[in-house]
């Protein structure tokens, strides 16, 4: 239904129907979730989104996956723009790596990319090449050994 006002331009319907899932009106699941974080992310509301992210982690039935990460990381590497306002947000990114680590969600490419690109972009080239290291060497211990070689 989201998806359907989004396509009409219903901004302030969907906001309402997003409140009362947020207070509890429906059970929360995590394509539901996915659903509010993309639109916020679309709209670029950033804080809502990260709201909306932290209500789903504390949320004992309903945990992040790897869609809700890279959603939120592309969002926020839009905002990625002057090297001030970069180094401000990848304190958010460090944190959703460490939220990642913790809940064993492996990124894909994609999301790796992402992440690297972060600290890329803040000039921290370190750092960058310090999270390839780290989650290769993950993505290559979860991986059978046959794909490897």
């Known amino acids: ?29 995590p394509p539901l979730y996915n659903t ?31 869609q809700t990460y890279t959603m939120i990381l592309n969002s926020m590497l839009q ?3 002057k090297l001030n306002a970069s180094c401000i947000y990848l304190h958010t ?10 809940t064993v969600i492996v990124p894909d490419t994609f999301t790796l990319n992402l992440v690297i690109n972060a600290y890329s972009k ?6 960058a090449i310090k999270v390839l290291r780290r989650w290769v060497c993950i993505v290559v211990n979860l991986m059978p050994i046959h794909t490897v070689l």
Request: hydrophobic share 40%; aromatic share 8%.
């Open 122 to 127: 803040c000039l921290e080239m370190d750092e």
């Open 93 to 102: 990114v460090r944190s959703l790596m460490r939220h990642m680590k913790a």
């Open 1 to 29: 239904m989201l998806r359907i006002l989004t396509s009409e331009n219903q901004f302030k319907r969907i906001e309402t129907i997003i409140a009362e899932v947020m207070f509890g009106a429906c059970s929360p699941s």
């Open 36 to 66: 509010i974080i993309s639109y916020f992310c679309k709209r670029k509301l950033l804080g809502e989104t990260i709201n909306a992210f932290k209500k789903v982690q504390r949320d004992p039935n309903c945990k992040p996956t790897l």
């Open 79 to 81: 905002k990625f723009t």
